[in-house]
């Protein structure tokens, strides 16, 4: 069983995400400036989904949101009205998060936890005190027990608040590329059964410059129906899932820019390439 508070897994993520800040800020696939300039947006599959899940707006909600990175999303929801609190396991992404929310003016909206999401119960012992948690983008693929982080998720969350979450598709994240002609090859299990893949990858997905010198990241698969029951397990009710043939990274060679900050696969529909889902913590 993986030690989830510790070990080679989490300190090589975090020597390649404390790695990835820098680069981040710096890059064009992270412009600030309409969160500088007081209008910041999510993309076009949050900006939709979260219009009809919190129709009334963000204003006076209060909002964790996991794996922040350096909390440009968290501050966009700050920006709209909520209080936001931040938690990312990389020191260097926390410490530029709070240095953003000062620079724009909303330190007082939001806070930022320098935390392993596993631990954020003892960092935050605030339980049943979110209105919503948020994680999208890159998250549970660097964890190695979901049915723990939708425990968390429950444990934070008020009865009838909600997780919103958004990630690559799992049967996308199967594959090594799409040809234009629908071809592919599967390079990668479904199903791994907990065991980590071990990756060594100098590239960086937004910057095609960089060369990353913590190169090693342990990952994991983990299926849908397994993600799925994990959050109906932890006393959370589904209300929808969403899967998407668009994603907010170039995920592999052949994608092309299908719209404002989106990625696809030419022509047709040949792989679900993300998939998004809320979910409802039950009232008693």
Not at 30 to 42: F, I
Not at 216 to 227: I, N, R
Request: net charge negative; proline share 5%; aromatic share 12%.
């Amino acid at each position: 069983m993986t030690d989830l508070s510790g070990g080679e897994w989490l300190d090589a993520n975090r020597a390649q995400w404390d790695e990835r800040v820098a680069v981040h800020l710096a890059s064009d696939f992270y412009d600030q400036s309409k969160l500088r300039a007081g209008q910041g947006e999510l993309y076009s599959i949050e900006e939709g989904e979260l219009a009809h899940v919190f129709p009334e707006g963000w204003e006076g909600k209060r909002v964790l949101h996991l794996q922040c990175h350096f909390g440009a999303d968290t501050l966009v929801l700050a920006q709209r009205g909520a209080t936001v609190v931040g938690i990312d396991f990389s020191k260097p992404a926390v410490l530029a998060a709070r240095a953003l929310a000062s620079e724009i003016g909303l330190a007082d909206r939001a806070r930022f936890v320098h935390a392993n999401v596993y631990d954020a119960r003892h960092v935050l012992p605030e339980p049943e005190s979110f209105d919503v948690v948020y994680t999208t983008w890159g998250t549970i693929g660097w964890l190695p027990d979901v049915a723990e982080w939708a425990r968390i998720i429950a444990w934070f969350l008020k009865p009838g608040g909600r997780l919103y979450f958004a990630d690559g598709h799992p049967t996308a994240f199967m594959l090594d590329d799409v040809a234009s002609d629908g071809s592919t090859r599967i390079a990668y299990p479904y199903d791994t059964d907990g065991v980590a893949d071990v990756v060594t990858d100098t590239a960086d997905y937004a910057d095609e410059t960089a060369i990353l010198s913590a190169a090693t990241s342990f990952e994991w698969m983990h299926p849908l129906g397994q993600t799925l029951t994990a959050l109906i397990d932890a006393g959370l009710t589904i209300e929808f899932v969403h899967e998407h043939y668009e994603v907010p990274w170039r995920m592999f060679p052949s994608v092309v820019s299908t719209s404002p900050g989106l990625f696809g696969l030419p022509g047709k529909k040949w792989v679900p390439l993300a998939i998004s889902l809320s979910a409802l913590r039950d009232q008693g």
